[in-house]
């Protein structure tokens, strides 16, 4: 496992193509784990400093942030030919599979045991919503400012139906200004 110094050369696009290939079939529901393990410990493409920086940037632009980072890491190694690689690579496998979901589906709609298959991921991604959600809220366990911030944008969004946007607009600017030290 490599955390350190830069690959020897920067990787080919059909290199580029196979690595977020692998990526974008390993994940389902985010795959940044499998992007940093790919990325910096398999391919040494990137240092782990580097590919914290660049996503720090990739989190900064607007759109996935995995998308953000096939096109960046891509454009960095082989320009444009490269972006369309990495995220062509990123976004095959699971079209692809999406796209055979689809008629199968399609196709057997209508069978009781798809209705049973989709109410039990429906219920598997509910479960991993509400899990990620106690994760995020942990550490705002201890300040109560935070938790209010919270509960605000929890209610805004979950009982007067206000859009993300407005919630984010209101939210983040009081959540900054209690934030502040006394």
């Not at 998308?67 to 062509?88: K, P």
């Not at 692809?96 to 219920?123: C, D, K």
């Amino acid at each position: 496992m490599r955390e350190t110094g830069p690959p020897a050369a920067p990787p080919s696009c059909r290199a580029l193509f196979a690595g977020f290939f692998s990526i974008g079939i390993s994940g389902f529901g985010g795959v940044l784990p499998w992007a940093r393990r790919m990325i910096v410990e398999r391919r040494a493409w990137l240092d782990a400093a580097e590919f914290t920086d660049l996503l720090a940037l990739c989190q900064f632009l607007p759109g996935p942030n995995v998308i953000n980072l096939a096109v960046v890491l891509g454009s960095r190694f082989r320009g444009r030919r490269g972006a369309l690689a990495a995220v062509g690579g990123l976004l095959s496998g699971p079209l692809v599979i999406v796209s055979i979901l689809g008629v199968l589906y399609a196709r057997f709609q209508h069978a009781p045991v798809v209705a049973h298959a989709i109410a039990a991921v429906a219920a598997a991604a509910s479960g991993l919503i509400v899990s990620m959600a106690l994760k995020l809220a942990r550490p705002l366990l201890h300040d109560v400012r935070a938790l209010g911030v919270a509960a605000l944008a929890c209610a805004a969004l979950a009982l007067l139906h206000l859009p993300l946007l407005t919630t984010i607009a209101v939210a983040a600017p009081l959540g900054l200004v209690l934030a502040r030290p006394s």
